[in-house]
T-cell receptor, first 114, second 115 residues
Framework: AQKITQTQPGMFVQEKEAVTLDCTYD???????LFWYKQPSSGEMIFLIY????DQQNATEGRYSLNFQKARKSANLVISASQLGDSAMYFC???????????WGAGTKLIIKP | KAGVTQTPRYLIKTRGQQVTLSCSPI?????VSWYQQTPGQGLQFLFE???????NKGNFPGRFSGRQFSNSRSEMNVSTLELGDSALYLC??????????????FGPGTRLTVT
């Protein structure tokens, strides 16, 4: 069975600091994809970044990067130079080849302090 | 390009009633997925439609059903509403290519309250 674990229910970070949100996963699929989404208080889920299991390099999208460690089955999200607008819930999700639904973690509530 | 739209945004219903939620995907996207989000259970997959066919289904009772039209718009129906159906219902669309990333783009959600 596939599973996503986010061990940090909440985090407080000072503005302009970098922040790492943890995500570990479990799957028996040889090929899979890992996603990070941001959900502000408005409720809309915003796609941030994607990492394929066979990608050689860690994915980056602007201030977001994904620290992918396949052997450890971890896919941590790194946000550089955090901003007040980064305050939101962050979800890690996985899609395997055995089915196409996204499996979600419980989320991490990130609060950026001015 | 217009994003995913969901209607209505908010809904209040009484136990035992039924409800229909609508989702219009991004133009060109053929896959529509539905999720239920509650504080207790988190995000749970309901079902996915692709080219008018249900391709995946989550672990929800038969009271939850859906369909997709030829223009890729999708509707989700919940019959005989229960208090526990109160949730944010999110719709997501994707191009659903055969390989690589096919990230899902979400709509703003429909917040359903059952009283």
């Amino acid at each position: 069975a596939q599973k996503i674990t986010q061990t940090q229910p909440g985090m407080f970070v000072q503005e302009k600091e970098a922040v790492t949100l943890d995500c570990t996963y479990d799957t028996s699929d040889p090929s899979y994809g890992l996603f990070w989404y941001k959900q502000p208080s408005s409720g809309e889920m915003i796609f941030l970044i994607y990492q394929g299991s066979y990608d050689q390099q860690n994915a980056t999208e602007g201030r977001y990067s994904l620290n992918f460690q396949k052997a450890r089955k971890s896919a941590n999200l790194v946000i550089s130079a955090s901003q007040l607008g980064d305050s939101a819930m962050y979800f890690c999700a996985m899609r395997g080849d055995s089915n196409y639904q996204l499996i979600w973690g419980a989320g991490t509530k990130l609060i950026i302090k001015p | 390009k217009a994003g995913v739209t969901q209607t209505p945004r908010y809904l209040i219903k009484t136990r035992g009633q039924q409800v229909t939620l609508s989702c219009s995907p991004i133009s060109g996207h053929r896959s529509v997925s539905w999720y239920q989000q509650t504080p207790g259970q988190g995000l749970q997959f309901l079902f996915e439609y692709f080219s008018e066919t249900q391709r995946n289904k989550g672990n929800f009772p038969g009271r939850f059903s859906g369909r997709q039209f030829s223009n890729s718009r999708s509707e989700m129906n919940v019959s005989t509403l229960e208090l526990g159906d109160s949730a944010l219902y999110l719709c997501a669309s994707s191009w659903r290519g055969s390989e690589g990333s096919y990230e899902q783009y979400f709509g703003p959600g429909t917040r359903l309250t059952v009283t």
